[in-house]
């Protein structure tokens, strides 16, 4: 059951304010520059464009938006789900090793996917991609949300701020005081 603080919370990042009609001009529904390919050189070797509610305002209410991602090889997109959208995703250069699992029993669902093919993960599984290749990918994926939303499970069990109670995480994962106080440590918002 969702508590009511975080159905509030998506409910509110999920909903604009309708543009007076005599004000909408092409480019509300116009994004540019995903030819421009994305510079990896960060510590996740990471590029992710997010094309959705935020900056393209005529997505509002069609339960579309896009994303553009590029993976230096061996780049890891950390398990992670998103919850109020299915992802689609299309290899365009370069092969990765991708994956979710189902809520109960846990059974993942994983594959290897190059150029050209397509994977799905459906919506709030928890899912990742590897990029397995030794050159860079490149992957475009869709979601049927303007504003699917991204937790990375890792961020917020161990990374949340204010921490989570250690005891509820030497419990819930079966480890010892010293390597939670490391994951809390390393995981930290800075
Ligand atoms: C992604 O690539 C763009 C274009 O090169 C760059 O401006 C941006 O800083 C990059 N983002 C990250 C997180 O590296």
Not at 4 to 18: A, G, L, Q, R, T
């Amino acid at each position: 059951m969702i508590s009511y603080d975080v159905f509030y919370v998506m409910i509110i990042c999920e909903w604009k304010f309708c543009k007076d009609p005599a004000q909408v001009i092409a480019n509300d529904f116009f994004f540019f520059g995903l030819n421009i390919p994305g510079n990896m050189r960060n510590k996740n070797g990471l590029n992710i464009t997010l094309v959705n509610i935020d900056n393209l305002v005529g997505l509002n209410t069609l339960d579309i938006s896009l994303a553009c991602i590029d993976y230096a090889p061996y780049a890891v997109i950390s398990p992670h789900t998103h919850p109020r959208g299915t992802e689609l995703l299309v290899v365009i250069e370069g092969t990765l090793l991708v994956g979710f699992v189902t809520s109960d029993p846990n059974k993942i669902f994983t594959k290897v996917l190059n150029k050209g093919d397509v994977f799905i993960f459906p919506i709030g599984l928890i899912h990742f991609q590897i990029n397995i290749g030794e050159t860079a990918a490149l992957a475009f994926t869709s979601f049927n949300s303007q504003n699917p939303g991204f937790i990375t499970i890792g961020n917020a069990v161990f990374g949340s701020n204010p921490p989570i109670n250690p005891d509820v995480l030497i419990k819930a994962f079966q480890l010892d005081k010293g390597v939670v106080e490391y994951l809390q440590k390393a995981i930290a918002p800075n």
